[in-house]
């Protein structure tokens, strides 16, 4: 039986979205089923219509289904991506996290492997304290964490982050697109071995 994946992402101006592509093509080639799936917006419409950049990129991802927690329950494994707002996860992500009480609280987020990656305008901009804080909330899931640690060269080439891949402001190269491909292998390959013979 194929890994069930749930890639769960907020992007405001394409990278978040971008990273979860890259992992959802990683994931399917290791022979995961996926669902790519988008947190909601919750900045006022007439903010980010003001913005350029921030209605283009909600413009892009419009078809995207929005994530719910039937797609939660359904996966074994999660794959999150958010960028750091002041040292932690973007609100959006949080207040989609904010509503899975329900499902945390009859066990069906417990024992599923999960990682998670995340961005910021600059090289120190909190990306590490954004992946620790979202972990402590899968801690409290009684989710298995699987961060890439230093497990292939693709991550110290990425920058060395052990907690997951954080990227700076700007395209994705062949460096990031390695280390998040390393990323989403390894939580299928994780997941699948903590998945229940059939």
């Known amino acids: 039986m194929a890994v069930k994946l749930a890639i769960v992402f907020?992007?405001?101006y394409g990278t978040n979205h971008a990273m979860a592509e890259?992992?959802?093509?990683?994931?399917?080639?290791?022979?995961?089923?996926v669902r790519l799936r988008r947190v909601a917006e919750t900045a006022p419409a007439e903010v980010v219509a003001g913005q350029e950049a921030w209605k283009a990129q909600a413009d892009r991802m419009a078809d995207i289904p929005l994530v719910t927690a039937d797609d939660m329950e359904w996966?074994?494994?999660?794959?999150?991506?958010a960028?750091?707002?002041y040292g932690t996860v973007a609100s959006q992500m949080r207040a989609f996290i904010d509503t899975l009480g329900?499902?945390?609280f009859e066990g069906k987020l417990a024992d599923k492997a999960v990682t998670a990656v995340t961005s910021a305008q600059n090289a120190h901009g909190g990306q590490e304290t954004t992946l620790?804080?979202?972990?402590?909330?899968?801690?409290?899931?009684g989710a298995i964490l699987v961060p890439p640690g230093y497990t292939d060269q693709a991550i110290f080439a990425a920058g060395g982050n052990p907690y997951g891949y954080s990227h700076t402001a700007g395209a994705l190269d062949d460096t990031a697109r390695a280390a998040l491909a390393h990323q989403a292998r390894r939580l299928v390959q994780v997941a699948g071995r903590l998945k229940p013979a059939s």
């Open 10 to 12: 907020y992007s405001t």
């Open 22 to 33: 890259v992992a959802a093509e990683a994931a399917r080639a290791a022979g995961a089923e």
């Open 75 to 81: 996966a074994d494994a999660y794959f999150f991506s």
């Open 83 to 85: 960028p750091t707002r």
């Open 102 to 104: 329900g499902l945390w």
């Open 132 to 141: 620790v804080g979202i972990y402590t909330t899968f801690m409290h899931w």
